[in-house]
């Protein structure tokens, strides 16, 4: 297992128009996390997935903003009608949730991000 | 509402010295903590964890302190190396679901 991926590495798009980001978490991870982070700024939370189910969201994903893990393995956050204020790094991160587990050297395994540049 | 501050930008240290980074927290319920290091166009890496049960974690030239009372943790590094710049991020968390993380430290070692 290679750790967490994510497709693209780089998305540039036009104003209004829909993107789509994927992520592969690792296989035996059951949490999937996904965060946006701006220049200057620490990673901020959207959501979380354990298998499938959606657990929390964050204030910060608008009604443009929907993630999905069909099967609880891989994960899409769709970002509909996009504006300039969406560019940012989108960051995807797994865990194996356990509260013991997550004490261990492993912790949160982020991905390398896609970065988003809306023109 | 920055939950947790990171108050230092940037930290300059020569090759060999100790490295200090620090972070700060406002929620009293926060038990669970990370450090994280990021390159240039990576992701963040996991370095170290502690929880609110400990005062000390170590792993290596790593070592996290957590003051509970004063709501303030520091990673010490020692001896630091040129490949330890990067930017830092602390990270904590009250029930292990969502993080809250720092701004970040931009850690420069000069050999």
């Known amino acids: 297992d290679t750790g967490v991926s994510q497709d693209p590495r780089h998305k540039i798009t036009k104003r209004g128009q829909n993107v789509t980001f994927r992520c592969d978490p690792i296989?035996?991870?059951?949490?999937l996390y996904w965060y946006r982070q701006t220049l200057g700024q620490g990673p901020e939370f959207l959501t979380y997935?354990?298998?499938?189910?959606?657990?929390?969201k964050s204030r910060l994903l608008s009604d443009r903003f929907s993630a999905e893990r069909p099967k609880g393995s891989f994960s899409t956050l769709e970002i509909q009608r996009t504006e300039q204020g969406d560019s940012a790094m989108y960051l995807c991160?797994?865990?194996?949730?356990?509260?013991?587990?997550?004490?261990?050297?492993?912790?949160?395994?982020f991905g390398s991000g896609t970065r988003l540049t809306v023109v | 509402d920055q939950q947790v501050k990171q108050n230092s930008p940037s930290l300059s240290v020569q090759e060999g010295r100790i490295s200090i980074l620090n972070c700060d927290y406002t929620?009293?319920?926060?038990?669970?903590f990370l450090w994280y290091k990021k390159y240039p166009a990576e992701g963040p890496t996991f370095l170290i964890s502690?929880?609110?049960?400990?005062d000390k974690n170590e792993d290596g030239r790593f070592t996290v302190f957590l003051n509970k009372s004063a709501k303030h943790l520091s990673l010490h590094i020692v001896p630091s190396q040129p490949g330890d710049s990067a930017v830092y991020f602390c990270?904590?968390?009250?029930?292990?679901?969502?993080?809250?993380f720092g701004t970040g430290t931009s850690l420069t070692v000069i050999p």
């Open positions: 991160a797994s865990s194996a949730w356990d509260r013991e587990l997550t004490m261990r050297r492993d912790g949160y395994t």
């Open positions: 296989s035996e991870h059951n949490r």
């Open positions: 997935f354990q298998n499938e189910a959606q657990l929390e």
């Open positions: 929620n009293s319920m926060f038990d669970y």
């Open positions: 502690i929880s609110s049960i400990k």
């Open positions: 990270a904590a968390s009250a029930t292990g679901n969502q993080f809250y």
